[in-house]
T-cell receptor
């Protein structure tokens, strides 16, 4: 079974530029998550999709971050404009529920450096 | 509100020694608890999870964890460390109300020395 795919793996941009990350979840997984992992910290949830609808985006900085999941499969996360503090690893995860239990599977992440 | 606390941001053990990584949780309802491992430049990989039932949970790579409600703990152990165990380990919690919303600890970096 193929895992969660993410691209690019690395990105370096200057502040105020825009950047986009792409995620392809595991086939059949209805739920998709984007996390931000700042160096030395645990992942923090940015947004959760169920199929193509947003379930939770309470911690997404909506003035600069946006995300979409067209057709309930792939997803993109965009930052516009980027700030220095956005330097982090952006992790995508997907999951499905079975008998009320759920396990998230993570992609390799996109490492963003904002200069 | 739910949270997890991982005691010790860095743990160093000798190869062959016992590995003990500590995790305490705070949850107002019965928790689901997870341990994930992250190797350099990779995503998180699930080691093991506790949902209901047996409190001693066995995972991959010889790791296990015991859910102790009275101590609100879910410590990760491995009897004998291997060099390949060197990585960052994250404890995470969610609760039955929203089984999907994971809250992660700050992580513990495990170093294994010869």
């Amino acid at each position: 079974e193929a895992g969660v795919a993410q691209s690019p793996r690395y990105k370096i941009i200057e502040k105020r530029q825009s950047v986009a990350f792409w995620c392809n979840p595991i086939s059949g997984h209805a739920t998709l998550y984007w996390y931000q992992q700042i160096l030395g910290q645990g992942p923090k949830l940015l947004i959760q999709f169920q199929n193509n609808g947003v379930v939770d985006d309470s911690q997404l900085p909506k003035d600069r971050f946006s995300a979409e999941r067209l057709k309930g499969v792939d997803s993109t996360l965009k930052i516009q404009p980027a700030k220095l503090e956005d330097s982090a690893v952006y992790l995508c995860a997907s999951s499905f529920s079975y008998e009320g239990q759920e396990t998230q599977y993570f992609g390799p992440g996109t490492r963003l450096l904002v200069l | 509100a739910q949270s997890v606390t991982q005691l010790g941001s860095h743990v160093s053990v000798s190869e062959g020694a016992l590995v003990l990584l500590r995790c305490n949780y705070s949850s107002s309802v019965p928790p689901y608890l997870f341990w994930y491992v992250q190797y350099p430049n990779q995503g998180l990989q699930l080691l093991l999870k506790y949902t209901t039932g047996a409190t001693l949970v066995k995972g991959i790579n010889g790791f296990e964890a015991e859910f102790k409600k009275s101590e609100t703990s879910f410590h990760l152990t491995k009897p004998s460390a291997h060099m390949s165990d060197a990585a960052e380990y994250f404890c995470a919690v969610t609760y039955t109300g929203t089984a999907s919303k994971l809250t992660f600890g700050t992580g513990t970096r495990l170093q294994v020395t010869l």
